[in-house]
């Protein structure tokens, strides 16, 4: 039987560089995907700014191959995901993602992992935006931690007794998986066959955690920064819950800070009374 035991000696080793071409079309294709409304998005001016995972998208899973046990891989989940920007996603880019796997800590009910990755661009390396995504090994227990996890961005329950700056109901389309998927390069059968879906305890097809987040991502932008992806420079939330095609998400954002020129602002997104989304949080820089 192979042991089940995480190796320290592949983390922080990075993976391969892969390189992607943006196209305009591919950012109006994925704008489309996510129902945003922001003009310079639709016409692919700029891009939605949860499309920083497609770049990155096969790189997502590969550092984890070198640490997590390959019998476990298929108890990996997406738990959080956490975007620093350093500048948006331009139509005629050439960027260049590389990932590493920084550490992990054991739970009862599983053990945290987390994945760095970073995108830059191919002419002058620079860095155009790095990712911190924590995976979820549901049912191991590593019983012990070791390297760094990602960083904290946990919401402040107190703030649920402030006045919301901001609150917006947007619409999942009972299409909207089958039009996520390729636009994403995401073709994972639990968001486009239902009854696959429905094999492995879901109710059915769900709609993709990052869709979730790309639609948080343009609400923050019109509520809170005049539609300007430029002024936004983190986003980050946990997946609590799948949101189903058909249903109404209801997300609420509060200010929670303020420092050297930048607005942090605290959210939750619901669906149907339930929390979808945890500890979401934005950072906004004051308009130019």
Known sequence: MTEMKFRADGLDV???PLTFEVTRERLQQYAAAVNDPIPAHATGDVANPVFAIVPVFESLLEPAL????LNL????????QDFRFRRPIRPGDVLTARGRMTGWQGQPNGTAVC??????DDADGELVNEQFVTFFVRGFDTGDRVG???PGHRFDEAL??????AELKQHIDDDQTFRYGPAAGDPMPI???DQFAKDVGLPGIIAHGLCTQAFTSWAALTELAGSDVNRLKRLAVRFAKPVLPGQ???TTFYRSGRADGVTTYAFQTVADGQLVIKDGLVEITEEN
């Open 14 to 16: 990075w993976t391969d």
């Open 66 to 69: 070198d640490v997590v046990p």
């Open 73 to 80: 891989m298929g108890k990996i989940v997406h738990g959080e």
């Open 115 to 120: 994945v760095h990755l970073e995108t830059r």
């Open 148 to 150: 760094e996890l990602a």
């Open 160 to 165: 649920l007794g402030t006045e919301p700056v």
């Open 191 to 193: 968001h486009l066959d």
């Open 248 to 250: 109404d998400i209801f």
